[in-house]
């Protein structure tokens, strides 16, 4: 059960008006959600219009004075996964409060939330939004007066203004969320064999329909020609599916290299401007396995090849 996000304003409100360099985004680059907001950040041209802090992919442990399970802001933290500190780890700039916990943020607004993503507001020091269904949705709207670096012609439109297009994404957003964003938790985190079965068969239903989708007429994208929020909502966990979910969540029935049209999907998403930039694997792997399995973080696969390079070769799947 994931809680519902308290903070719901938005980006365009009398408060909130759309300005570059206002907003502020912590994430942390192990969350499917915050990877939502990654991306949209980044496929919009928003980089160098909205700043952003990444907090350290595993939360503070059970011996920690604030409390177990808090997103911390550690830079200098060696993770086990490289041995070293994680590169994109930052402190935290946004409040200029130099904050150690995603949790103090909350606490600054009287709030007794916890959870990432967060869009804040630089000026007033307020968070405007924690729910990532909304930050893209709005990052999308106002890319423009946010400061976006694309022209009209080359920023993508991920929820364009046509009804037919609209309801087929709400429908696509839907069945991904249940079945695949949030059904490899529910199969992954499960103690009963039959909810952890429920999952495990709902999520590669999914998996066999999209590929079917994408395979009817050679479509790139999952509405058509052009992508949208519909992609990028599934993007986050089909990245993360052979070299973490096939292991830690259970899901392994098959990996997505063993679908050769969602394959070649995964390696055109991943091709598109500012989305290889988006993901850390090494901060995926840390968080999934860095507290649990003994802290010991599984090293593969590495055939056909190693993890991310192979999303760099969508002829894999004819191989394999
Ligand atoms: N509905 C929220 C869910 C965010 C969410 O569940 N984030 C997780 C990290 S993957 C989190 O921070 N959980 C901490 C908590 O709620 O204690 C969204 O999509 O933004």
Redesign the pocket.
């Known amino acids: 059960m ?2 519902i ?1 308290g903070f719901r304003h938005t980006i365009g409100d009398p408060e909130f008006p759309a300005e570059p360099g206002r907003y502020h985004l912590f994430v ?1 680059l192990n ?4 990877h939502r907001v990654t991306l949209a950040r980044n496929v919009l041209g928003l980089q160098d219009s909205i700043s952003m802090d990444v907090a350290f992919p595993n939360r503070t442990a059970d011996d920690d004075p604030d409390g177990p ?1 808090h ?1 911390q802001f550690a830079p200098d933290l060696a993770a086990s996964v490289t041995g070293i500190p994680l590169p994109e780890c930052t402190a935290e700039t946004g409040t200029d409060q130099g904050f150690r916990l995603v949790r103090d943020i909350y606490r600054a607004e009287g709030a007794d939330e ?4 967060i869009l804040y507001d630089k000026k007033t020091n307020h968070i405007v939004n ?4 909304d930050i893209i949705r709005m990052l999308d709207r106002h890319a423009k007066a946010l400061g976006s670096s694309l022209g009209d012609a080359k920023r993508p439109n991920l929820y364009p203004d046509d009804s037919a297009v609209r309801s087929e994404i709400d429908l696509l957003n839907e069945q991904i969320y249940v079945t695949i964003n949030n059904g490899a938790y529910k199969a992954g985190f499960s103690s009963d064999q039959s909810v952890y079965a429920a999952a495990f068969d709902a999520y590669f239903e999914t998996l066999s329909q999209l590929e079917a989708r994408l395979a009817r007429d050679g479509r790139p994208f999952l509405t058509g020609e052009q992508f949208t929020e519909a992609d990028l909502r599934l993007f986050p966990t089909l990245y993360r599916h052979d070299p973490v979910y096939h292991l830690r969540m259970k899901l392994n029935g098959a990996k997505i290299l063993d679908y050769p049209y969602l394959w070649r999907w995964l390696c055109r998403f991943y091709a598109l401007p500012g989305v290889a930039d988006s993901n850390s694997l090494d901060h995926c792997r840390q968080g999934y396995f860095g507290r649990s399995w003994n802290g010991v973080i599984p090293l593969g696969p590495f055939k056909p090849m190693k993890y991310p390079e192979a999303y760099k070769h969508p002829d894999l799947a004819n191989r394999h």
């Open positions: 994931r809680g996000s942390a969350c499917p959600w915050c399970n997103w916890r959870s990432v993503p924690n729910e990532s269904a």
